[in-house]
């Protein structure tokens, strides 16, 4: 297969966002290396790397120009245009890969998005294969990219679902919800949130509880009730993280509620008067 072919096959693929057509023209131990991200994944981890970044991704590309061959493969330029608006042909940038290669596979990917002199992508590809190796792995296929997904997904979960206050969610189920592993949900949460699962949740509930109790009118405010709504099964439970999360029990803050309630109508109608 010749270089133009292959990088046919790989635009193809990739504009299709099918993650096993790419693989498929890649070695399995083959690399994808971020240079805007300073992050190279590899190996069994790219599925989970290209499923994420393919379910973001809302370009489409055009090569740009000829190959550029190279001692170990090839460089391509190409286009990036808003393949949400395909009659506009929004060019939105231009960016080049570096292509590395071994018996006809290719064994590497270097992707920038930048837009250099063709005289000096060369020496540029040259300057990535001596980078590659220095470059931040993306341990489990977590990069920066799929932590920042993760993110996103658990904060459109907590705003738009009802997920967090199933009593019954395990850290599997959320993790499925999200679309992302097990350990990538453990890793973003103790890394990136500072939390564990369990403190996530408790922490989401009692303040879905507090969002309740400012609203209560005080006197008929059912504690054991606006808990188990929230997601817990025991009322110990609810009270001691509440405590921890507001520094105050459940019926102290009804009742702090129901008095800035009571005060702001009396500015209200001393405003009005």
């Known amino acids: 297969m010749s270089h133009q072919d292959l990088l046919d096959r790989y635009m193809d693929a990739w504009n299709r966002k099918a993650v096993a057509d790419v693989l498929k023209l890649m070695d399995p131990q083959a690399s994808y290396h971020d240079a805007f991200w300073g992050e190279t994944c590899s190996g069994s981890d790219l599925v989970r790397y290209f499923d994420i970044s393919f379910s973001e991704d809302t370009c489409w590309y055009e090569q740009d120009g000829e190959l550029i061959s190279t001692p170990t493969g090839f460089i391509f330029q190409y286009l990036a245009f808003d393949r949400q608006n395909p009659g506009k042909r929004k060019l939105l940038y231009r960016g080049a890969e570096v292509v590395t290669l071994e018996d006809g596979i290719i064994t590497g990917i270097s992707d ?76 973003v949460l103790e890394e990136g949130e500072n939390t564990s699962f369990g403190q996530f949740l408790n922490d989401y509930r009692v303040r879905y509880a507090a969002s309740i109790l400012a609203e209560g009118s005080g006197d008929t405010i059912n504690i054991g009730l606006i808990a188990s709504n929230s997601g817990f099964r025991q009322i110990d439970e609810f009270e001691e993280s509440f405590q921890t999360t507001f520094g105050m029990s459940a019926e102290q803050y009804s009742v702090q509620a129901l008095q800035q309630r009571d005060c702001q109508r009396v500015d209200d109608s001393k405003e009005t008067a």
């Not at 993790?175 to 097990?182: E, I, L, N, P």
């Open 112 to 187: 920038f998005y930048c837009d250099p002199d063709p005289v000096q992508l060369l020496e540029v590809a040259t300057y990535i294969e001596k980078r590659r190796s220095k470059s931040d792995v993306a341990q489990l296929g977590m990069s920066a990219k799929t932590a920042g997904y993760i993110k996103r997904r658990l904060a459109e979960l907590g705003e738009n679902t009802s997920a967090f206050l199933d009593p019954s969610l395990s850290v599997r189920q959320l993790a499925d919800r999200v679309g992302c592993t097990v350990s990538h949900l453990h890793k």
